[in-house]
């Protein structure tokens, strides 16, 4: 979804991979005659973000004989390395609706993505995960700016039960939505963010088999 035309992102130096990403995504599915609906259940939702932490400590020595005195060098040293999950999965359910919410999240310090902003130490570093992010190793975005979601990591789903006497009808189903998209820079050097919602509906009509 492009906010900012090529023209505009030509004149200001910038290239196509400065584009806003989506960091938060929620829907609202509700069937729009109720009557056939028997009961709503509800999955887990998704553990994410994990946080692991790895803390590598090491020390080195080394002896070394000068004249006229003898000298011995230590040096200690601590890594500490983190692994966050980008995306949280969760859904829930109201009377005979369902919902479905979708959470970026920054990799160094968890926070959700669509209601913060980097710090200006963050926007410079070169290394921060949301640089390069189309292109890196652990992106959270596919190469085309797309994102996926693969149901073993970010839960499972919410099930509608309905009455015998709805097979082979056709069932309307109300589908209300926000997206937030959001902008960080990617490769362009600037400390400027923004975080825009964007609001559909739909309706949908499915034939249950």
Known sequence: MRLVNDTLLKERGAGIDEKHFPSRISLHLTP??????ISVSVSRSSENPTREIGVERSIEGS?????PHIGISVTAGETVTTNLKPWKFEQSVYGNSGTFNWFLHDSINGREVF?????KCALLKPKAW???RYSSAYRPFTRQGGVVFARDEYGESVLWK???DAIGQ????????WIW????????????TETRRLE???TLRLTLA
């Open 200 to 202: 559909f509906r739909e």
């Open 162 to 164: 309905v009455g015998n």
């Open 63 to 67: 002896f070394e004989p000068p004249n």
């Open 32 to 37: 729009t005659i109720q009557t056939n609906v």
């Open 130 to 132: 949301f640089r390069n």
């Open 115 to 119: 209601s913060s902003k980097p710090s």
């Open 181 to 192: 998209l959001t902008y960080w820079p990617n490769k362009y050097k600037t400390f400027y």
């Open 170 to 177: 056709t069932m309307e189903w109300e589908v209300k939505g």
